[in-house]
């Protein structure tokens, strides 16, 4: 692996376990034994870095989510797999969905990055939605369940991280 996928793998690792405006230049460089200087060559500023970074998440997402649509027939079995994102992603509640946390630090994003993290979720609503739609409910009924879904998807990553509780994010999932 290259530096620069090094560095982006380490950050992703360390936003997702105490966010973006806890880790620093320092950490990546201290984890990978390498000079900050290396970093700023690739990322001159933390907010490329985190750009790049929700890109190529949001990349993968996409990703994801087209294999989910050529190798699950039945909707139900599409969302199931979709689902099981987040108990991976979770790691046993150890980590939060990176856009996830970085949307709780929204507030200190610049307008680019608060626009990546929104598209990121834009992209599963907007899959969720058709997926709905799929099972026959209306376009405004397909996107507010999609809504809610994410939502709560996202809250229950939160309450399994702060109670040390994976059951609450498997029993949505479950559910």
Partial sequence: MKTKQKILEISKDLIQEQGANAFSYQDIADKLKIKKA???YYF???NDLIQELVEFYSAQLECFLEKINCQCRSSSS???AY????????QGGRKLC?????AGE????????KKAIN?????????LTQLFMLDGLKNQ??????????????????????????GYLKALVAG
Avoid at 83 to 90: A, G, N, P, R
Avoid at 149 to 157: E, K, P, R, Y
């Fill in 83 to 90: 689902l099981s994102i987040y108990i991976d992603i979770s």
């Fill in 106 to 113: 929204i507030l200190t994003m610049p307008p680019k990055l």
């Fill in 78 to 80: 599409r969302l199931k």
């Fill in 44 to 46: 001159p500023h933390k």
């Fill in 119 to 127: 598209r990121f979720f834009d992209i599963q609503e907007d899959w």
């Fill in 141 to 166: 009924c397909a996107r507010q369940k999609a809504k809610n879904l994410v939502a709560s998807l996202q809250g229950a990553m939160l309450l399994a991280r702060s109670r040390g509780d994976i």
């Fill in 98 to 102: 990176l856009c996830g946390i970085l």
């Fill in 38 to 40: 290396s970093i700023h």
